[in-house]
């Protein structure tokens, strides 16, 4: 299973889960991650940073 996968080169079991969520649709809000991953909002602001420090993971802003 790619989660498992995930975990043994170093992401938590949240990371694992929100990474897959973002490679599955082209952009995603915290809010709809939170939604979809059933992790808490304010959970999920951390986790982001780590993914875009240790995983390439970018944030693209959007006006509206």
């Known amino acids: 299973m790619i989660q498992d996968f995930l975990k043994e080169i170093g992401f938590s079991d949240k990371e694992a889960i929100i990474y897959l969520a973002l490679i599955k649709v082209e952009s995603e809000s915290i809010l709809e991650l939170a939604r979809v991953t ?15 420090e240790n995983v390439n993971v970018t944030e693209e802003l959007k006006k509206g």
């Open 38 to 52: 059933k992790i808490g909002r304010t959970t999920v602001y951390p986790l982001i940073e780590n993914l875009k």
